[in-house]
C-alpha cells in the first residue's frame, strides 16, 4: 500500500501529514509512486512555444537512443544520471527544457534476437519470406521492445515521453529516404563493387568501426610458386594460404633489382594449376619478407587496389557465409577454416609449403558476433565522405561544436582527417530498405522517395527494390534534425536546433556523434535559430545553427571496484537493477554522480552506494525531526507549517531571518555552496557539485545547524513569541531550500519531503518544477563563517581531547580551559551556551596564561584549549600525539611553502587562493611553534 495514497480526483500525490513520515526510510514504494506520477501528470512534456509568446531560454538534449534489443546496464546507468541531473537542473533554472527519448531499430541486433526466435521454431527467415519475417519483427518489438524504455521510466529520468520516438517510425522513414535521394542526387552516394568487411554470421557488409582490431598468436607460411619457363621458383608469405586459390597475379616492386628478369613473366599458381602474371606495384616491398607478394583483389583492400591499377580479374573463392565456392575447386564446399588446414596439408604433399614462422597476426573481428570479418568482393552503397567531413571539420575548429573534455576534439579531428568512404548498405531484411529500384529489362537503377511505377529507362513495369537496408547509424545520424520535423521546416527546429548538448560514451563518438555533426551540417545549412531563443540560451556568439549540438560532453566508463573493465567472460558485471533494489535509485545516481570527474573512468564500488543509502536516511531522518519539532509546536501554538511561507524568489532563501551567528553563518553557506554547485555543473564536474551537497546536508546542515537549533526550537507549553516563529521559519525555509539543491541528484526522497513540507498542496506540482537555489550575494557573510568555523573547532577540539584522555563515563561533562586574543574570548563569550552543550562541557573557564604546554591542552592558530580531568595523563602518549601533530604540521607548512615557491602557480592561480595560502603560511608556523614549545615541556 502507497504510504501517501494518490488523490485520484487531483491526480496528484499528497500526504495526509506533514508528520507522518515513517520511522525507516524504504525507497522503493516511493520511487515507484513518483515515477509513476510525473508520467501520468505529463510534467516534462514541453510544448512547442507560438512566435508571440515571451521567450525563454531553451535547453534541448537528445537521448542516446538505446537499442530497442537493449537492457539496462551501468553505462546507461551512467549516461542517464549525468543527463538528468543536467536537464533538471536547467528546468528548475527556468530554462524551456526539451529531452527528447526514444529507441533504435538496431538492425543486425534485433533481427540476430528474431532469427534465434525462430531457430527455437524449427524455421529460418527464408521460411517465412521477406514480409512476413519483417512483420515478425515488428510483432517481437511490440512485444519485447520496449523494456529497455520501461527500466528508463523506472530511473525517473525527467524526459518528454510525449515525444517518444522509434527510428522506423513512417515519419522518420520518410526523412531517411529523403536524405539518400538527395545525396544520390548530389553525387554524394554512389553503388560499386569494393572490398568490405564482412561478418560471415551476420551475414551482411559492416562498416570499419563496427570491426574490433586484435593481434593474434598465428603463422606466417611461405610458399614456393614455379616461374613458367624455368627452374626457378619465387617465395611468398602470407597468413591466409587458402585465399590464393583466388590469386590472379604475384608483385616485385619495380625497383626491387632482384626481380627484375622476372618483369612480363608467369608463374604457376600452386594447387590451382593456373598461370598467373608477376607485375611491377609499389604494393610490394622490398624490405618485407622476400620482396613479393601474392595478389588477391576478391578478398584483400590493397590486393583489390592494386587489381584495379594493373586490369587484374578478380576471382572470388568464398561465399558470404566464408564457405570456399566453386572457384575454389577441390577445396569448394569447405569452411574457410577447414580450407585453410587442407591447403597447407596439400601444399607438404607436393613440396610448395618451404617455411612456417610463428607470427603475431592482425585480425578483425565482428563487434557484434565475434566472428572474424573476412575482406569481400561485394556490391555496396557508400557514401562519398570527404565533403560532408570537411563540413564537419570546419565547424569543430571553429569552436561551433566544443567537446569536454577538450583531448577529444584532438581525437576527432585526427579521426575526421583520415576517413574513409562510408559503406552504407546491409544485407539484411530489418531495418530502412534503400529507397533504389531495379529494372530486370536494363539494369537501370531508379533512386527515388516512393516507389517507381515503371522503369524511368525503358519504361518497364515493377521494378524490383534493392535488398538491402541502411546502416543503423545512417538513420540515427539524422535524429537531432528529423525528431524536430525536418524536411519540412518547423517551428520545433527554430526554437530547439541546435540541440543544446550531447551527452555519450566515447565508443559512439565515430558511429553516432561525428556523423551527426556531418550530416546536420550538410542539411540543416543556412537554418537559424530564432535569435531571441538564441540570445537567452547564452549562444549568441556561436554563428552556425547547422550543427546539431553546440556541447559534446564525453562521458567515462564505468569499471569493477578492482577499475577493471566489466565483461560478462570475467563475471564483474554489475546490474544497476539489482544495485537500485539493494539500495535505491537515488542513492545510484548519486554514487555515480559523485565519482563522475570529467576524463576519469568510475571505480563503481557498492560500499560508495550502502553510504549514500545511509546519506538518504540522514536526509529522511533530518525531515522527520524537522516535522516532529513543528509538530510540538503546532500543539503549543508556537508556530505551523501553515504560516511557512517560502516565496518564489530563486536565489538565496526566502522567508529566513538571521537573528544569531549559526542563522547567519548557515544562511551564507547555503549560497556559497549553491554558486559552488551551479558552477560545477556549468563545466561538467557533478562529482564537485554532488559532495558539495553531501558535506552541506550532512555536516553543516545536519551535525551542525540542526543541533546547534535544538534549544530554540524546544517549545514547551505555551511558549513562543517572534524569535521562536523565527527560528522555525528559518529551519524549514532553509530545508526546503536545499532539498531543491539536491533534487537533480536524489529526485525522489526530495520530491516525497518536499511535498510532505507543503501538506501534499505544494505552491507547484513537483519540486522539479521550483526553482533551483542561486546565490544571493547579500545573504553571504564571510566574517559569520570564520566566527563559527572558531568555534567548530573549539567544540571539536573538545571532543577529540575527551577522546584522548579516554573519559570515563564517556558522556562526563567536564571543565575546560581556554586561552585566547580578546575577540576569540569575546566570540566564545557571547555563544557560551552552544559550545558547553554541544562539547558537553560543565564549566568553561578562560585564563590568562598559555595553556601549549600543559598535558591534556590542545593549540590552534585561534585558541589554546585545555581539559581539566583527573585521571593522570600518560606523558609517554601525550609525547607521541604531540610528535605526530609536529609531523603532520611540518608536513602541511612545506606543501604550501612549495606551492607559494612555485611561480607558475602564482601566475595562474586566483588572487584570493594565493591570498589564503599565505594566511595559512603565518598560521601553520605559529602552530609549529607552539608545538614545539609544548613538546618541550614534556622533556625527552
Known amino acids: 500500500m502507497a504510504l501517501f495514497p494518490a488523490d485520484e480526483a487531483a491526480g496528484v500525490c499528497k500526504p495526509s501529514m506533514p508528520h507522518e513520515l515513517p520511522k525507516a526510510y ?45 537492457r539496462l546496464h551501468m553505462g546507461h546507468m551512467l549516461n542517464q544520471t549525468q543527463m538528468d541531473i543536467i536537464v533538471r537542473w536547467h528546468r528548475m533554472r527556468g530554462f524551456l527544457t526539451l529531452w527528447l527519448p526514444g529507441t533504435d531499430h538496431a538492425g543486425i541486433a534485433t533481427q540476430m534476437m528474431v532469427e534465434r526466435q525462430l531457430a527455437r521454431e524449427g524455421k529460418s527467415r527464408r521460411d517465412l519470406g521477406r514480409d512476413a519475417f519483417v512483420e515478425r519483427v515488428w510483432e517481437w518489438k511490440r512485444h519485447y521492445g520496449g523494456a529497455i524504455l520501461e527500466q528508463m521510466k523506472r530511473l525517473g529520468v525527467s524526459v518528454d515521453w510525449e515525444r517518444e520516438y522509434f527510428t522506423m517510425d513512417e515519419n522518420l522513414s520518410r526523412a531517411v529516404r529523403e536524405v539518400f535521394v538527395r545525396l544520390y542526387e548530389e553525387g554524394l552516394i554512389y553503388r560499386g563493387k569494393y572490398i568490405v568487411n564482412w561478418c560471415p554470421e551476420c551475414g551482411t557488409a559492416i562498416s570499419d568501426l563496427e570491426v574490433v582490431h586484435e593481434e593474434v598468436p598465428g603463422k606466417l607460411y611461405e610458399i614456393r610458386y614455379p616461374v613458367v619457363g624455368s627452374d626457378e621458383f619465387i617465395v611468398v608469405a602470407t597468413t591466409r594460404p587458402e585465399t590464393m586459390l583466388g590469386d590472379t597475379a604475384v608483385a616485385v616492386n619495380p625497383a626491387d633489382e632482384r626481380y627484375t628478369h622476372l618483369h612480363g613473366k608467369k608463374v604457376r599458381l600452386p594447387l590451382m594449376n593456373r598461370e598467373i602474371p608477376v607485375i611491377a606495384d609499389e604494393i610490394a616491398r622490398p624490405e618485407f619478407g622476400t620482396g613479393v607478394v601474392k595478389v588477391t583483389p576478391a578478398h584483400d583492400a590493397n590486393d583489390f587496389q592494386a587489381g584495379l591499377r594493373n586490369n587484374l580479374a578478380q576471382i572470388e573463392v568464398m561465399d558470404e557465409h566464408g564457405v570456399m565456392n566453386q572457384n575454389a575447386g577441390a577445396y569448394a564446399g569447405l569452411d574457410r577454416f577447414q580450407a585453410r588446414e587442407r591447403v597447407l596439408a596439400d601444399l607438404r604433399a607436393q613440396g610448395f609449403l618451404v617455411g612456417e614462422k610463428d607470427y603475431v597476426v592482425p585480425i578483425g573481428t565482428c563487434d557484434r558476433s565475434g566472428t572474424v570479418v573476412e575482406p569481400r568482393l561485394s556490391t555496396q552503397w557508400f557514401v562519398k565522405i570527404q565533403p560532408l567531413a570537411r563540413q564537419a571539420i570546419a565547424a569543430v575548429e571553429a569552436g561551433e561544436v566544443r567537446f569536454t573534455p577538450e583531448n577529444y576534439t584532438r581525437i576527432y579531428l585526427h579521426w575526421m582527417e583520415n576517413i574513409h568512404d562510408w559503406c552504407i548498405s546491409r544485407q539484411l531484411w530489418w531495418g530502412h530498405r534503400i529507397p533504389a529500384w531495379h529494372c530486370g529489362n536494363c539494369g537501370e537503377i531508379t533512386v527515388a522517395r516512393e516507389a517507381p511505377a515503371q522503369c524511368s529507362q525503358c519504361g518497364r513495369a515493377a521494378p524490383q527494390q534493392d535488398s538491402d537496408v541502411l546502416d543503423t547509424w545512417f538513420s540515427s545520424g539524422l535524429l537531432p534534425f528529423t525528431t524536430l520535423g525536418w524536411p519540412e521546416k518547423t517551428r520545433d527546429q527554430a526554437v530547439f536546433y541546435p540541440t543544446s548538448l550531447l551527452i555519450t560514451a566515447y565508443e559512439i563518438l565515430f558511429f553516432w556523434v561525428a556523423r551527426m555533426i556531418m550530416f546536420g551540417c550538410h542539411f540543416m545549412a543556412g537554418h537559424q535559430q530564432d535569435a531571441e531563443i538564441k540570445r537567452l540560451s547564452g549562444w549568441a556568439e556561436r554563428r552556425d545553427d547547422s550543427v546539431p549540438f553546440r556541447e559534446v560532453y564525453i562521458h567515462a566508463l564505468v569499471r569493477d571496484a578492482e577499475r577493471q573493465k566489466m565483461s560478462k567472460t570475467k563475471g564483474n558485471v554489475l546490474d544497476p537493477l539489482e544495485v537500485i533494489d539493494k539500495y535505491g535509485t537515488d542513492a545510484t545516481r548519486f554514487t555515480l554522480a559523485a565519482m563522475a570527474s570529467p576524463g576519469t573512468d568510475i571505480a563503481f564500488n557498492e560500499k560508495r552506494t550502502e553510504g549514500y543509502q545511509k546519506f538518504a536516511n540522514k536526509i529522511w531522518n533530518a525531515a522527520r525531526w524537522v516535522f516532529l519539532s513543528v509538530d510540538r509546536a503546532a500543539q503549543a501554538g508556537a508556530w505551523s507549517l501553515a504560516e511557512f511561507e517560502p516565496g518564489e524568489s530563486r536565489t538565496g532563501v526566502g522567508a529566513f531571518h538571521a537573528v544569531t551567528l549559526e542563522d547567519t553563518w548557515i544562511l551564507s553557506r547555503f549560497n556559497r555552496v549553491a554558486e559552488e554547485v551551479n558552477r560545477a555543473l556549468e563545466s561538467y564536474r557533478f562529482h564537485e557539485a554532488a559532495n558539495r551537497i553531501y558535506d552541506f546536508f550532512w555536516t553543516e546542515f545536519c551535525d551542525w545547524y540542526i543541533e546547534l537549533m535544538k534549544p530554540r526550537l524546544a517549545v514547551e507549553g505555551n511558549a513562543g513569541g517572534d524569535a521562536t516563529r523565527a527560528a522555525f521559519s528559518n529551519v524549514v525555509s532553509l530545508f526546503e531550500a536545499a532539498l531543491r539543491l539536491l533534487h537533480p541528484f536524489m529526485p525522489f526522497i526530495t520530491e516525497e519531503i518536499w511535498h510532505a513540507i507543503y501538506d501534499g498542496k505544494p505552491p507547484r506540482p513537483s519540486i522539479a518544477l521550483a526553482a533551483f537555489p542561486q546565490s544571493s550575494t547579500q545573504q553571504v557573510d564571510l566574517t559569520a563563517e570564520m566566527d563559527m568555523a572558531v568555534l567548530q573547532d573549539l567544540i571539536v577540539s573538545v571532543r577529540n581531547l575527551r577522546a584522548e584522555l579516554k573519559v570515563e563515563p564517556v558522556r562526563q561533562p567536564l571543565t575546560i580551559e581556554v586561552h585566547a586574543p580578546d575577540a576569540v574570548r569575546e566570540l566564545v563569550q557571547r555563544n557560551r551556551g552552544a559550545v558547553e552543550r554541544l562539547a558537553n562541557v560543565s564549566e568553561l573557564r578562560f585564563v590568562e596564561t598559555s595553556l601549549a604546554r600543559l ?35 611540518e608536513r602541511e607548512i612545506g606543501n604550501t611553502r612549495r606551492q607559494l615557491g612555485n611561480q607558475g602557480f602564482l601566475d595562474k592561480a586566483p588572487a584570493h587562493v594565493v591570498e589564503g595560502l599565505r594566511k595559512k603560511e603565518v598560521e601553520l608556523g605559529l602552530l609549529l611553534d607552539k608545538t614545539r614549545g609544548a613538546l618541550g615541556e614534556l622533556g625527552p
Not at 56 to 65: A, M, Q, S, Y
Not at 868 to 875: F, L
Request: proline share 12%.
Open 26 to 70: 524504504h525507497p522503493g514504494a516511493i520511487e515507484a509512486r513518483w515515477a509513476e506520477y510525473w508520467i501520468r501528470e505529463k510534467l516534462f512534456a514541453t510544448p512547442t512555444p507560438t512566435p508571440g509568446e515571451a521567450p525563454r531560454p531553451v535547453f534541448t538534449l537528445l537521448l542516446p537512443p538505446p537499442n530497442v534489443t537493449g
Open 855 to 889: 598535558p591534556g591542552a590542545r593549540t590552534t592558530a585561534r585558541f589554546e584549549v585545555r581539559v581539566i580531568y583527573e585521571k593522570k595523563v600518560d606523558t609517554g602518549a601525550e609525547r607521541e600525539r604531540l610528535r605526530k601533530e609536529l609531523e603532520r604540521l
